[in-house]
């Protein structure tokens, strides 16, 4: 398996991550995340994380305030430079609202991987919602 690959299956690892998170269970991030002082998260809800303790903290009070839904993701680009790597990707999916609605979901998103013990861990990620504007310059 090439570098770009594995980095692929770690992106496919992070939406399951997200669909756990989203259901309620924050345990899976542990298995991607990178356990380093160095990582940080910035959450598409404003959230700004660094190290790993502070961003797991914030990660289980989402879970906890989860409700339930389902995201993928699409047009996922990968790049890898030696031992780092990004990717970046549209995340869209419903999400459970605490009325019990559905919601649409769609956010950009962006992870930092390091190789760690031959492992691709994520060391960075950040999330952003699409803007409103975006279906105007759809093509």
């Known amino acids: 398996m090439t570098d770009e690959q594995a980095v692929r299956g770690a992106v496919d690892r992070w939406i399951a991550v997200l669909n756990a998170m989203l259901n309620g269970d924050p345990a899976p991030l542990a298995t991607l995340y990178s356990h380093a002082d160095d990582t940080y998260y910035m ?3 404003g959230t700004y994380r660094i190290g790993w303790e502070a961003l797991y903290n914030d990660w289980q009070a989402q ?3 989860s409700t339930g839904g ?6 996922v680009h990968v790049m890898v ?3 780092m790597a990004m990717a970046a990707h549209f995340t ?3 999400v459970r609202m605490p009325d ?4 649409e979901n769609n956010v950009r998103e962006t992870s930092v991987f390091r190789k760690e013990n031959g492992q691709w861990r994520m060391i960075g990620h950040h999330a952003d919602g699409i803007a409103y504007w975006e ?3 759809d093509d």
């Open 43 to 45: 959450g598409a809800e």
């Open 70 to 75: 389902t995201v993928s993701a699409v047009n």
């Open 92 to 94: 869209r999916g419903k």
């Open 63 to 65: 879970a906890a305030k």
């Open 100 to 103: 019990g609605t559905m919601n």
């Open 135 to 137: 279906k105007a310059f």
């Open 81 to 83: 430079s030696g031992d």
